[in-house]
């Protein structure tokens, strides 16, 4: 036999031999495409029966949502339906904070029992007498000082658990922070002092779009001593929201200002809860500025006298001191 037929028959066999696998396999197939059919047939019994319990259920919620808006109605009361959201949106709640200084022999109750809601967005102004606690409030809205009692909870967490490693995240993330006295490196440039926010390891807009959000990004270049007063706290306003912190506390910010300059600075405040939704916190002794406010909180010694919403603040612009 020559090496060709012995090949041309082990090719015949080896053909055979892959016809009957390749029927094997397609009545394999055949068994696992019926066996496919029923499960499929099956689940979509299933699916339907599912949908008619979906339907059933949506009915019901859709009967209790109507019995609910009956309730309310009936009370004649939509707060039940503002409550709800208010709370869905409120970034800081205080829940009978309270805060003891204690220097030697000496325990000074600074503040007690404040309860207190500010909600995402919102331009609150602490306002009080001096020596009521609103900077001691402001510390504790910043994370810059710890409570004695109750919780303070911010985005749903309460800081007062964190721990110092936790607290300082906080800050260096969610809080920025504008003082009466600028505190601008006085050997950095403009746009140098609002980079500066880098070195704490967060991450910042781009410092010229800042010192543009305060209208000041023809000044970057120059150094704090030849910016006057209220230019001044305009860069440091643009360092504090470099960092886009969800909350912007000022304490006295205009303080140092005179009324045109302290002005501007209010209006690029409110114009950061207005229009880019940032939650700011103001405190002033100033009762006027109660008036460019969402919500104002009266403190006086040491508690919360009164809490007010303002439904039509004043335009900072039109504010005249
Ligand atoms: P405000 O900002 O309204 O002027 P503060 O919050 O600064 O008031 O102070 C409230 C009270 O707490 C004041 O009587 C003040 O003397 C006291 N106080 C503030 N900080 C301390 C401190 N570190 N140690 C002791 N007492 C303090």
New binding site residues.
């Given amino acids: 036999m020559s090496i060709d037929s012995v090949n041309g028959a082990a090719g015949i066999r080896n053909t055979i031999s892959g016809n009957k696998a390749i029927l094997e396999t397609e009545n394999k197939l055949a068994s696992i495409m019926a066996q496919k059919e029923n499960i499929d047939s099956k689940i979509e019994l299933k699916e339907s029966e599912q949908v008619n319990k979906l339907a059933e259920t949506n009915e019901d919620e859709a009967k209790q949502v109507e019995t609910e808006e009956k309730i309310r109605e009936e009370a004649g009361s939509d707060n039940i339906k503002e409550e709800d959201s208010d709370d869905r949106n409120a970034l800081i709640r205080f829940e009978d904070v309270g805060k003891i200084?204690r220097?030697g022999q000496i325990v000074?109750e600074?503040l007690h029992d404040v309860n207190l809601e500010i909600m995402e967005g919102e331009l609150v102004v602490i306002l009080?007498?001096?020596?009521?606690?609103?900077?001691?409030?402001?510390?504790l809205l910043g994370g810059l000082d710890a409570a004695t009692s109750g919780k303070i909870y911010f985005g749903g967490e309460d800081i007062t658990s964190f721990d110092d490693k936790r607290l300082g995240r906080f800050r260096a993330i969610d809080v920025g922070i504008v003082f009466q006295f600028y505190n601008l490196v006085p050997t950095l440039t403009a746009i140098e002092n609002v980079d500066l926010m880098q070195d704490l390891g967060v991450e910042i807009m781009d410092p010229l779009k800042a010192l543009e959000m305060v209208g000041l990004a023809d000044r970057k270049d120059n150094f704090p001593s030849q910016l006057s007063g209220g230019q001044q706290q305009r860069i440091s306003i643009a360092r504090a929201i470099a960092k886009m912190p969800r909350l912007l506390l000022c304490d006295e910010p205009t303080g140092a200002l005179d009324t045109n300059t302290g002005r501007e600075v209010l209006k690029i405040l409110q114009d950061q809860s207005r229009i880019h939704e940032k939650t700011v916190v103001m405190?002033t002794?100033n009762s006027l500025f109660a008036d460019i406010a969402d919500k104002v909180v009266m403190?006086k010694n040491?508690t919360v006298e009164e809490i007010i919403e303002n439904d039509a603040p004043l335009d900072a612009e039109d504010l005249n001191w």
């Fill in positions: 200084y220097t000074y600074a009080g007498p001096s020596g009521a606690g609103k900077s001691t409030l402001l510390n405190v002794h403190v040491g």
